[in-house]
């Protein structure tokens, strides 16, 4: 058996617990803000990771910031990777959670790259013929890529759809080589 990440194992079991109460999107809200403080404050983030301070002194700054911003479960589970020295893999466990729930939706996330950014119905046109391929619900993020000529590179689920120019006179170039045009 594969052996489970931090991530992954925090991730769900975080997800478990917020399934329990019947707060999966409350937690989902609640872990992504924290994410961004962290990295909007990133000497907050140290102070929560570093070996030099205790876990309790840790534990009682991070009950003075967030009590009652945040519900018990979320404070509970800050506690939890304070203790068991977890706290740097708490941006991995957020996206592990947020994957679980995308899986359970059914939606693919994946990346495509443009040399230019793509519109919002360029994006959305690139999602459905995505989806039809896999069939499946696809959320993509388009990322700049510089190198590629024109077209696109999509991302998804350890695949690559190649539409650039690039791939293309690559194929062309092959097929000279070998005689088969």
């Known amino acids: ?30 872990v992504k803000q924290i994410r961004d403080l962290f990295i909007a404050e990133p000497d907050f983030y140290e102070f929560i990771n570093t070996p030099v301070l205790s876990g309790a002194e840790k534990k009682h700054a991070v009950e003075q910031i967030f009590q009652g911003k945040i519900s018990p479960e979320v404070l509970n589970f800050l506690f939890i990777l304070i203790d068991k020295r977890r706290t740097r893999a708490f941006s991995g466990i957020v996206n592990q959670y947020q994957s679980i729930l995308d899986e359970i939706a059914g939606i693919s996330k994946g990346v495509i790259y443009s040399v230019e950014p793509l519109t919002g119905e360029q994006l959305e046109q690139f999602e459905q013929k995505t989806g039809k391929l896999l069939k499946k619900n696809v959320k993509l993020e388009n990322k700049i890529d510089t190198t590629i000529l024109g077209g696109v590179k999509v991302f998804i689920e350890g695949k690559v759809l190649d539409a650039t120019i690039r791939k293309r006179l690559d194929d062309l170039k092959g097929n000279l080589k070998s005689g088969t045009l």
């Open 1 to 30: 058996m594969a052996e489970l990440t931090v991530e992954s194992t925090y991730g769900r079991a975080l997800f478990e617990a917020a399934r329990d109460e019947n707060k999966v999107e409350i937690i989902l809200d609640e």
